[in-house]
C-alpha cells in the first residue's frame, strides 16, 4: 500500500517553497563537493544524497527540535535538513577545527550534541542499537521523544538490524526507523541480498506499524513521517517507514556502476524530487522560472561562502591529538 | 553454565561474625558476589539514571546470581531482561547513556562479548574523540571472564588484555572484595566507559569487609605484600595463586612483593616500575595467552624504563597457547598454577 | 586529473569528447579517464570555451594535473579547477573486466583506506598510434627480469614473434643485450637454471659474549669493574650484581698491586708526551702577574666564609685562565687532520697529581661560565673524586685547554708539555713576595708567574701574549671574576 | 682541649687526607704542607676537618700557626 498524497492541499505554498528551497540547497551542496572531491580539497570517502532528498527533508519536517537523530555516512542531507549550519558540514568536510565534529569525523561522522543529531555512523546498521538506546532512556524518563533513525537497505541484511527491531518492539520504544531503501547496497541490487524485497512487510512480522513510502516525492514522505512520529509520539511503540528512494549518483563518489544500467538510471531521474516539486508548483502558478532561479543562485553563493570559509579556518593543532580520547586526562 | 564456590582466598580483613547486619563500625561475612550486588543496589538506590540491563539479570537473579532479588526491589524497569542480542542490548547502553542514562550492561561472559566487540570499539570508544568531545559515553559493562570451570574452550576466555589495547575506555579487574563492592559507582561516575571484568572463580570467595565499606579508586594498583626479593605482578582471578606462591616462597626466605593491578587501563606503571627498582626482578601473572598479552605490554614497560634495574630478565607465567581443553587435569596444566609461578619466581631469583 | 577515488593517485587520459573552441556548459562530458578501476566519464564544473587541450591521449598523469585550460564567461568564481568526471561511466574501449567494486560498504571495516586491494598494474590501453609492444607472457617478463635480459631487444622465435623462455635464457648466455654485468656463477657455459644454488649465508664467528645483566653492567660502570674478567653467576653463566659487588670487595687487597697501576699509568702519559713532543711545535711565553688585588678581595671575601665555602688562590687564577680563553678563542679547540677545530665551549682541563703518583686531568665543564665559588666547589669535588678513582669518563677526555698549577709545589714557573690534541696548556707558579716598583716606590707585593706552552700550528705569539695580558688583566679586578 | 687529644685529633684529620702519610716518622716541627706533600685544597680540606672535629672556626690569619705539628697542637690547645 502505498501512501498517496490526497487533495486538498493542506499546506501553504510558503512551506512548499521552504520545502523546495531545503532540497535545492542539499543538491547544490552535493555537486559542489564532488567538484571539490574530484579537485582533491576534500578526501576520503563521501557519500552523497542526490536523489534522495525527499526523504531527509520530508522525514525532518515530522520531526520537533528536542527530537533525536541517528544517521549514517550518507548524511549530509539529514544534516542540513536537521538544521546544522552549511559553514560547520562545509568545514568538516576539510577537516578543519570550525566543522561540527572539529574537524575529526569529516563527511561520514557530522555530529551536533545542541540539536540532538548523534552523528553518522560508518559501520553499517551501527546507529540501530544507538537509536534504540536513546528511546530507551526516553521512554525510561518519560519524555516525549521521537528517535529518528536513517539506514539503508543494506542494513537489513545485517544481525543488529533483526536485534534492534525485535528489542524495539519488544520493549514498545519510540523510534522512527527511516530505511532508505535506495535499491542498492553499494553494488548488491536488493534483489541479489534479500529472498523478501519487500522491507516494510518485513518489518511488520517484528510487531511494528510499518509503511512503504514513494521517497521521491517530498510531500508524501512529509505526510507519512508526521502520522508515523505523532503514533510514536504518543506511544504507540516503534514505527517503521520503507522510503522507495534512488541514488543518481555512484555508492560513494566514484565506482564502475557496472551494477545497474543507464537507462535504469534515466528512468529514476524522470522522478526527480526537486522537479517533481517544482512541476506541481509550476503548475498550479506557485513558483516562477525567475523565483527559482534565484532560490538556485542565494543557495549558490552561501555554499562558495562557506567554501571560502572552510579553505581559510585553521586545522586543529597536533597537540590536542589526544584529547578527548578520555573527559579527563589521564594523571 | 553454574559458578562452582572457589576454595576461600585468604583475605586481608580480621575475623568477625559471619551474615546479616554488621555491628556499626564491625565487619560483616561477605561473598565477592554479594559484595557486587551490594554495590549494584547501591548504585540503583543513590541514583535514579543507573539501571541494570543484561541477559537473565531479572527473573533468572543473573547467571552468577550476582543480581539475585534486584529485579523484586527495583522493578523490570530498571532491572531489564534482554533477548539474546548482545550488539543491540550493549549499543542500546552506549545510547542511553549518550542520553544522559548511567546504565550497568551485563554482558553475561566475555566470551559472549565478542558479538558487541563493534558496539565497544566503534561506538562506545570513539565517539567522544570523534565527535570533537560533544558526545560523553558513561556507561559502565560488566562481564565474568576467565576459566577454571571445566567449561571448555568457548567459555573460558580471559580477554582483559584485547580490551587494554583500546584507547577510549578504562578497564578493572576487581579481585579483593574491598574492590568488588567499591569499585563499580567510582566507575558510574566516570563520563567514560568502564568495563569491569570479574573472574568467575571469586564469586564464591568470602571474607570479612567492613560494613561500611564504600567507593575506592580505579585508577592505581596496591601492594597486597610487601617483600624485597622480587616483585609478583598480577591481576584478577590469579591474585590468589600470586599470595599463596608468595607464602611458599617465604619459607625459602624469599619475600615476593605482591602486586594487584587493579586498573588495567589506564595502566598503573608507577607502582610496579618502583617495585622491580628496589627487588630488581618480576615476574608477571597473567591468564591471558602469552603473545599479545597485558603481560607483554607490561614487560615492554618493564624493559623501556626499568631496563637498568633488572638483576634477571622478567619472567611471565601465562596460560598455555591453546583452546581451553574440557578435562580438568588438562584444563589445570594450561592455566597458571602455583607450582609454575614459584618456578619462573626462582628462576629469577636465581 | 580529478581525484576519482580514495586510494587514486594517478590517471591515464583515454579520449578527449571535445576540441578547442568548443563551448561547454557545466555538466557537460567533455573526457574520459582510465582509474585502476574503470573507464570514468570526466565532466566539466565550468561554462566556457575549450582554449587548448595540455594533456594527450594516453598519457597517463598524477592526479591534480591540469588537463585543459578554459575560457570562462559565466561569472561563477569557482575555482579553477580540472575537469571532472561524470556520474554513469562509459566503458570506452575494451570492455573492462569488472575491477573490483570500491569498498564504500564499509561494515566491519575501518573508515579508513580500503584493506589491501590488489593494485593490478594493468596495461595500458592499446591505441591505433603506440607502437605494438613485443608480446612476452609475464613468467617471460620475469625471467628477464632475473636474468638481467633487456626483452626489448631480444628477438622472439615463438609463435607470431612471441619471445619464448628460451629465447630469453640464449640472450642471457650469449650475453647479446644483457642490460648490465649478470653475475652467472663460475662455470661459464653451463645453462643458466633456474634453481641457482643460494650462496651459504656467512656464519658471523660469534665470540662467546659473556652475558652481564643490566644492573651488574650499570654497577660495575659506577666502581670501575671491567666485567670482562668476572665470571657470573647468574643463569646462563650471566655476570649479575652480586658478582660485580663481590669483584669490587675483593679488589683492595687483592688489587693489581700499586706499582703494576701506577707503571702502566706511567707508560700511558708517557707515551701521550712522546707524541706531544713529537708532533705539536711548541713556543713559550711568560708573565708575571701582580696579585695584590686578587689576595687581597680573596682575604676579605674569606673572613666572611665558612671554611667549606673559602676559596684558594687557584680557584682564581683558574677562573682567570677560563676567561682569557674565552677572550682569545685560537687557544682554546683541537688541532684534528692538519686544521685547527675550536672548543665550543671552555672546558678547563685541570692537572690534578694523585697520591700515590701519577696524573690525572680531568675537565671542568663551562668552566668560563662558573663564579669563582661553583668552580671552586666543582674543582674540590674533582680532586677529591680523581684520587678515589671514580671519575666519569666524559670528564677526562674532553678538556679544550689544560691548566697545571704545580705552584702548589713550590715552583716559580712551569713550561709544559700540551695535552694533544689540545693546542694549549697554561702553567701557574708559586705565588711569592717579590719586590715590585709601582709608581716609582718599591714595595713587597704577592705576584705569580704564569706561562703558556701553544702549538705554533694553531697560533702565533701574539695571540699567545694577548692570552697572558688577558689573565693579568682579569686578575686586577677580582671581584669581576 | 689537652696536647694529646689535639694530636689526636690533628693525626685522625690528617690520615683521612692522607691516607699513606706516615706520622710516625713526622718531626714535630717539620712543615705539614711539605713532609705530607699537602696541596693548597689539600691543606683546605685540613682546616676543614680540624674545624669540624674540634667544632671551632679557624680563619685564614689562624693558617700560619698550623704551619708544623707542634705549633697546631699548641694553638688547638690554647684557645
Known amino acids: ?331 | 553454565m553454574t559458578a562452582q564456590a572457589a576454595p576461600s582466598r585468604r583475605d586481608a580483613s580480621r575475623a568477625g561474625k559471619s551474615g546479616g547486619p554488621a555491628s556499626p563500625a564491625g565487619l560483616v561475612k561477605i561473598s565477592y558476589r554479594e559484595a557486587m550486588r551490594a554495590a549494584i543496589r547501591e548504585a540503583l538506590q543513590r541514583d535514579d539514571r543507573v539501571f541494570l540491563m543484561g541477559e537473565d539479570v531479572g527473573r533468572y537473579g543473573g547467571c552468577f546470581a550476582v543480581s539475585l532479588g534486584l529485579l523484586e526491589e527495583f522493578g523490570p524497569e530498571r532491572i531489564r531482561d534482554t533477548p539474546l542480542s548482545e550488539s543491540a542490548f550493549v549499543g542500546a547502553g552506549i545510547g542511553a547513556a549518550m542520553a544522559g542514562m548511567r546504565p550497568i550492561v551485563e554482558i553475561m561472559t566475555v566470551n559472549f562479548s565478542l558479538l558487541a566487540l563493534d558496539q565497544i570499539m566503534n561506538n562506545a570508544a570513539t565517539l567522544l574523540h570523534m565527535s570533537g568531545g560533544q558526545c560523553n559515553v558513561p556507561l559502565v559493562i560488566r562481564m565474568t571472564t576467565g576459566a577454571g570451570r571445566q567449561v571448555a574452550a568457548q567459555h573460558s576466555h580471559s580477554l582483559e588484555g584485547w580490551y587494554t589495547h583500546i584507547p577510549g575506555i578504562k578497564v578493572l579487574a576487581p579481585a579483593t572484595l574491598e574492590d568488588a563492592r567499591g569499585m563499580l559507582w567510582t566507575a558510574l561516575q566516570d563520563p567514560d566507559p568502564v568495563l569491569i571484568f570479574e573472574h568467575g572463580s571469586l564469586y564464591g570467595m568470602e571474607g570479612m569487609l567492613a560494613a561500611d565499606a564504600g567507593a575506592v579508586d580505579i585508577s592505581s594498583a596496591a601492594i597486597r605484600r610487601q617483600g624485597k626479593d622480587l616483585t609478583l605482578i598480577t591481576y584478577g582471578g590469579t591474585l590468589g595463586k600470586a599470595l599463596s606462591a608468595a607464602d611458599e616462597l617465604a619459607k625459602d626466605g624469599i619475600e615476593a612483593e605482591v602486586i594487584d593491578l587493579r586498573a588495567l587501563r589506564p595502566l598503573d606503571d608507577a607502582t610496579f616500575l618502583a617495585s622491580v627498582g628496589k627487588t630488581h626482578r618480576a615476574v608477571i601473572v597473567d591468564e591471558g595467552w602469552r603473545s599479545g598479552s597485558l603481560s607483554a605490554e607490561i614487560t615492554a614497560r618493564i624493559m623501556e624504563r626499568a631496563f637498568y634495574d633488572l638483576d634477571a630478565a622478567v619472567e611471565r607465567v601465562c596460560s598455555a597457547e591453546v583452546p581451553m581443553p574440557y578435562p580438568r587435569h588438562l584444563e589445570e596444566a594450561a592455566l597458571p598454577q602455583i607450582g609454575g609461578i614459584v618456578a619462573a619466581a626462582r628462576r629469577a631469583v636465581g | 586529473m580529478p581525484a576519482l577515488g580514495a586510494d587514486m593517485d594517478e590517471g591515464t587520459l583515454l579520449e578527449w569528447l571535445v576540441k578547442p573552441g568548443d563551448e561547454i556548459r557545466k555538466g557537460d562530458i567533455i573526457a574520459v579517464v582510465d582509474t585502476s578501476k574503470s573507464a570514468i566519464e570526466v565532466e566539466s564544473f565550468h561554462t566556457g570555451t575549450i582554449e587548448r587541450l595540455i594533456v594527450g591521449v594516453g598519457e597517463t598523469v598524477p592526479v591534480g594535473t591540469v588537463l585543459a585550460t578554459i575560457a570562462e564567461q559565466a561569472a561563477a568564481a569557482a575555482p579553477a579547477v580540472a575537469a571532472a568526471p561524470a556520474a554513469a561511466a562509459a566503458p570506452a574501449g575494451p570492455p573492462e573486466a569488472a575491477g573490483p567494486p570500491e569498498p564504500q560498504r564499509a561494515r566491519k571495516r575501518p573508515a579508513r583506506e580500503p584493506a589491501a586491494r590488489a593494485k593490478q598494474r594493468r596495461q595500458p590501453v592499446i591505441t591505433s598510434e603506440k607502437a605494438q609492444p613485443a608480446a612476452a607472457s609475464p613468467l617471460v617478463r620475469h625471467l628477464a627480469e632475473e636474468l638481467r635480459v633487456d626483452i626489448a631487444t631480444v628477438q622472439g622465435t615463438g609463435p607470431g614473434g612471441t619471445i619464448t623462455r628460451a629465447d630469453v635464457q640464449r640472450a642471457a648466455i650469449a650475453g647479446a643485450g644483457v642490460a648490465e654485468p649478470v653475475t652467472l656463477p663460475p662455470q661459464p657455459g653451463v645453462a643458466v637454471t633456474a634453481a641457482q644454488p643460494t650462496p651459504a649465508r656467512p656464519t658471523v664467528p660469534v665470540t662467546a659474549r659473556q652475558p652481564v645483566t643490566p644492573l651488574a653492567r650499570r654497577i660495575a660502570a659506577e666502581l670501575g669493574i671491567d666485567v670482562s674478567k668476572l665470571t657470573g653467576s647468574g643463569s646462563r653463566g650471566a655476570v649479575r650484581e652480586a658478582d660485580v659487588r663481590m669483584a669490587a670487595t675483593a679488589r683492595a687487597p687483592t688489587q693489581a698491586p700499586a706499582q703494576e697501576r701506577e707503571q702502566a699509568m706511567r707508560q700511558a702519559i708517557g707515551r701521550l708526551m712522546a707524541r706531544s713532543k713529537r708532533e705539536i711545535p711548541h713556543y713559550y711565553l711568560s708573565n708575571t702577574v701582580d696579585m695584590t688585588a686578587a689576595m687581597d678581595w680573596l682575604h676579605q671575601r674569606n673572613r666572611e666564609l665558612e671554611v667549606t665555602e673559602r676559596l684558594v688562590p687557584a680557584a682564581l687564577l683558574l677562573k682567570a685562565t677560563a676567561l682569557a680563553a674565552r677572550q682569545v678563542p685560537q687557544l682554546n679547540g683541537y688541532w684534528e687532520d692538519d686544521r685547527f677545530a675550536p672548543g665550543d665551549a671552555v672546558h678547563l682541563g685541570v692537572a690534578i697529581s694523585l697520591r700515590g703518583g701519577g696524573l690525572l686531568t680531568p675537565a671542568i665543564h663551562d668552566a668560563a661560565e662558573l663564579a669563582p665559588g661553583e668552580l671552586m666547589a666543582q674543582l674540590r669535588d674533582l680532586v677529591n673524586r680523581a684520587r678515589g678513582g671514580r671519575l666519569r669518563r666524559a670528564e677526562l677526555t674532553e678538556a679544550t685547554i689544560t691548566v697545571t698549577n704545580l705552584g702548589d709545589q713550590g715552583v716559580e714557573s712551569v713550561f709544559g708539555v700540551i695535552y694533544p690534541p689540545q693546542v694549549a696548556l697554561v702553567g701557574i707558579g708559586k705565588i711569592i713576595e717579590r719586590p715590585v716598583a709601582v709608581g716609582g716606590l718599591v714595595g713587597a707585593r704577592p705576584v705569580v708567574i704564569t706561562t703558556l706552552s701553544a702549538d705554533h700550528r694553531a697560533s702565533d705569539g701574539y695571540a699567545g701574549a694577548r692570552y697572558l695580558a688577558a689573565v693579568s688583566d682579569l686578575l686586577q679586578r677580582p671581584e669581576e671574576l | 682541649m689537652t696536647p694529646e687529644q689535639a694530636r689526636n685529633v690533628i693525626d685522625e684529620a690528617i690520615s683521612q687526607i692522607a691516607p699513606d702519610a706516615d706520622l710516625g716518622s713526622l718531626a714535630p716541627d717539620a712543615d705539614l704542607r711539605d713532609a705530607l706533600e699537602l696541596d693548597s685544597l689539600d691543606f683546605l680540606n685540613l682546616v676543614e676537618s680540624l674545624s669540624q672535629r674540634t667544632g671551632r672556626r679557624i680563619d685564614e690569619d689562624d693558617y700560619p700557626q698550623l704551619a708544623t705539628m707542634a705549633s697546631a697542637v699548641k694553638f688547638l690547645t690554647a684557645r
Open chain 1, 1 to 331: 500500500m502505498t501512501v498517496r498524497q490526497v487533495a486538498p492541499d493542506p499546506l501553504t505554498v510558503q512551506h512548499r517553497h521552504e520545502l523546495l528551497r531545503q532540497m535545492l540547497f542539499i543538491r547544490r551542496f552535493e555537486e559542489k563537493c564532488v567538484e571539490l572531491y574530484s579537485a582533491g580539497e576534500i578526501r576520503g570517502f563521501v557519500h552523497l544524497y542526490i536523489g534522495e532528498e525527499a526523504v531527509a527533508v520530508g522525514v525532518n519536517e515530522s520531526l520537533t527540535p528536542d527530537d533525536n537523530i541517528v544517521s549514517t555516512y550518507r548524511e549530509h542531507g539529514h544534516a542540513l535538513a536537521r538544521g546544522i549550519p552549511v559553514d560547520a558540514v562545509m568545514a568538516e568536510m576539510y577537516g578543519k577545527i570550525t566543522g561540527c565534529s572539529k574537524g575529526r569525523g569529516g563527511s561520514m561522522h557530522l555530529f551536533d550534541a545542541g540539536r540532538r543529531f548523534y552523528g553518522g555512523n560508518a559501520i553499517v546498521g551501527g546507529g540501530l542499537p544507538l537509536a534504540t538506546g536513546l528511546a530507551l532512556a526516553d521512554k525510561m524518563r518519560g519524555d516525549q521523544r521521537v528517535t529518528a533513525c536513517f539506514f539503508g537497505d543494506g542494513a537489513v541484511a545485517e544481525g543488529e538490524f533483526h536485534e534492534c527491531m525485535n528489542l524495539a518492539a519488544l520493549w514498545k520504544l519510540p523510534v522512527l526507523f527511516c530505511c532508505e531503501n535506495n535499491l542498492y547496497a553499494m553494488g548488491t541490487a536488493l534483489e541479489r541480498a534479500q529472498a523478501q524485497t519487500d522491507l516494510a512487510l518485513r518489518a511488520e512480522s517484528y510487531g511494528m506499524t510499518a509503511w512503504p513510502v514513494d521517497g521521491m516525492d517530498v510531500l508524501a514522505v512529509e505526510q507519512a513521517a508526521r502520522r508515523a512520529a505523532e503514533s510514536v509520539r504518543a506511544g504507540g511503540g516503534p514505527h517503521f517507514l520503507e522510503l522507495r528512494t534512488y541514488r543518481f549518483r555512484a555508492h560513494s563518489m566514484y565506482d564502475p556502476e557496472l551494477y545497474r544500467g543507464k537507462a535504469e538510471v534515466a528512468e529514476w531521474r524522470e522522478r526527480d524530487p526537486i522537479e517533481a516539486l517544482a512541476g506541481r508548483m509550476r503548475a498550479a502558478g506557485e513558483l516562477s522560472d525567475e523565483e527559482l532561479a534565484a532560490i538556485g543562485e542565494k543557495l549558490a553563493a552561501q555554499i562558495d561562502e562557506s567554501v571560502m570559509l572552510a579553505r581559510a579556518a585553521p586545522a586543529e593543532s597536533v597537540d590536542d591529538l589526544t584529547r578527548f580520547v578520555y573527559s579527563t586526562e589521564p594523571a
